[in-house]
């Protein structure tokens, strides 16, 4: 069986948690700046991974960074690279996954979540509960694409990027860095860099920077 310590412990690990056991994983721990007082899952509080000499006393077991926001789990994944700790993807059994998916690259792909052929999935990518990457999709760095969303064929999501629930984004559409996509909007042109959009169609909200 193998064993993972999570980074972070709140709604997002809970998420990570329910991958990692329905795959069958020992969740070994947690870490995080300090203990939290909720513990649904019964996890062992193993320090804080910004203390260096902790975070390396673990240096044998996968590392999964269970942060939801997009810059602070690059942050995280790119402290724990600096100092050589391996890190596991979360892929849950029910997923359907046909694509590239990183190796070893904390990349969740959640409930019943489909990634259809040639589609690409980079490190740090959430793909959320139920959401639908169709083919030739490229999912860049640490983006999240949040329950329910549908990317049809060719669609290009950039860096740090969230996109909404249920959001639809039209065929061959390409969605800039650090842009935030509202809930249930419907994107039928591209979007430039740290922009807010929402509705259907899909319309500025004002200028970003997340
Ligand atoms: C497992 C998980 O939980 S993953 C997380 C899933 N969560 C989501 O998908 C939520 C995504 N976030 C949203 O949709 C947010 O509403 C955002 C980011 C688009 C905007 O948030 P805020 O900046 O706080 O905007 P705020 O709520 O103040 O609304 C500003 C305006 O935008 C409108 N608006 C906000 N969200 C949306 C939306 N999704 N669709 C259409 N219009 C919207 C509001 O009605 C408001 O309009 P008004 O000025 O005419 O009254």
New binding site residues.
């Given amino acids: 069986m193998q064993s993972v310590i999570l980074i972070g412990y709140s ?2 690990a809970y ?1 990570v948690i329910n991958i990692f056991t329905a795959d069958r994983w020992l969740l070994a721990g947690y870490m995080d700046d300090e203990e939290k007082k909720a513990n649904p899952f019964d996890l062992s509080y193993l320090g804080s991974e910004k203390n260096v000499e902790t975070l390396r006393w673990h240096r044998d077991t996968l590392f999964f960074v269970a942060v ?1 926001n997009n810059h602070a789990r690059r942050k995280i994944t790119q402290f724990l690279q600096e100092n050589r700790i391996l890190i596991a993807n979360a892929v849950h059994p029910s997923a359907s996954v046909n694509g590239i998916v990183a190796a070893n690259a904390g990349v969740m792909i ?1 409930i019943n979540a489909a990634v259809n052929a040639l589609a690409e999935i980079h490190e740090g990518v ?1 793909c ?2 139920g959401c639908v990457i169709e083919h030739e999709c490229i999912i860049n760095k640490f983006a ?1 694409i ?2 329910g ?1 549908v990317l049809a064929g060719n669609v290009s999501i950039g860096e740090e990027t ?6 639809v984004i039209r065929q061959g559409v390409t969605i800039g860095r650090n842009v ?6 419907v994107i039928i042109h591209d979007i430039p860099d740290n922009m ?5 169609p ?1 319309r500025p ?2 200028k ?1 920077s997340n």
Avoid at 162 to 167: D, H, R, V
Avoid at 180 to 185: F, K, P
């Fill in positions: 709604g997002h998420s939801g959640g959430i959320n509960t999240h949040a329950p969303a969230f996109i909404g629930a249920n959001a935030t996509v509202g809930a249930g909007s807010v959009v929402a509705g259907n899909g909200l004002n970003t």
